[in-house]
T-cell receptor
Framework: EAGVAQSPRYKIIEKRQSVAFWCNPI?????LYWYQQILGQGPKLLIQ????????DSQLPKDRFSAERLKGVDSTLKIQPAKLEDSAVYLC???????????FGPGTRLTVL | SQQGEEDPQALSIQEGENATMNCSYK?????LQWYRQNSGRGLVHLIL?????REKHSGRLRVTLDTSKKSSSLLITASRAADTASYFC????????????FGTGTKLQVIP
């Protein structure tokens, strides 16, 4: 069974530029999550989708971050414009349903200069 | 906000020893999950324990849950160098929307 795919693996941008991350979850998984993980901390949930609907985006900085999950499968997370404090690893995860164990992708390491 | 708080923040042991790490949380839970994260990689789900369970085993892993104390512990027996990683607990609250919240993690180093 293929795991959660993410791209790119690494991205370096200047502040005020925009960036987009892509995630392909495990086939059939209804729930998709985007996390931000700052070095030395635990993952912080940014947004959770159930199929193609948003279940929780309470910690998503909506003035600069946006996410969508088209047709309930792939998802993209965008930052526009980026700030220095957005430097982190962005993790995508999926699970068969809410509240059960998640499968994580390798993450995208973002550096904002 | 991070509900789970792991203790200790860092742990260094010799290969073959047992490693115990703890997680405390604040609100009632539906279940609690443990994850491992090797350096520079994504997280791997280890084990899930439900609120009505007190102990669960998976290979060299043993997880206990004490809902009266709102705490859980993860025991890794006969540790190996490959167990070197950060370990996170994640809680799923009871009732309503089941949002997973991760703790701050315990960094385990197993010395060969």
């Amino acid at each position: 069974e293929a795991g959660v795919a993410q791209s790119p693996r690494y991205k370096i941008i200047e502040k005020r530029q925009s960036v987009a991350f892509w995630c392909n979850p495990i086939s059939g998984h209804a729930t998709l999550y985007w996390y931000q993980q700052i070095l030395g901390q635990g993952p912080k949930l940014l947004i959770q989708f159930q199929n193609n609907g948003v279940v929780d985006d309470s910690q998503l900085p909506k003035d600069r971050f946006s996410a969508e999950r088209l047709k309930g499968v792939d998802s993209t997370l965008k930052i526009q414009p980026a700030k220095l404090e957005d430097s982190a690893v962005y993790l995508c995860a999926s699970s068969p349903d809410r509240g059960v164990g998640q499968f994580f992708g390798p993450g995208t390491r973002l550096t904002v200069l | 906000s991070q509900q789970g708080e792991e203790d200790p923040q860092a742990l260094s042991i010799q290969e073959g020893e047992n490693a115990t790490m703890n997680c405390s949380y604040k609100t009632s839970i539906n279940n609690l999950q443990w994850y491992r994260q090797n350096s520079g990689r994504g997280l791997v789900h280890l084990i899930l324990i439900r609120s009505n369970e007190r102990e669960k085993h998976s290979g060299r892993l043993r997880v206990t849950l004490d809902t009266s104390k709102k705490s859980s512990s993860l025991l890794i027996t006969a540790s190996r160098a490959a167990d070197t990683a950060s370990y996170f607990c994640a809680t799923v609250p009871s009732g309503g929307y089941q949002k997973v919240t991760f703790g701050t993690g315990t960094k385990l180093q197993v010395i060969p």
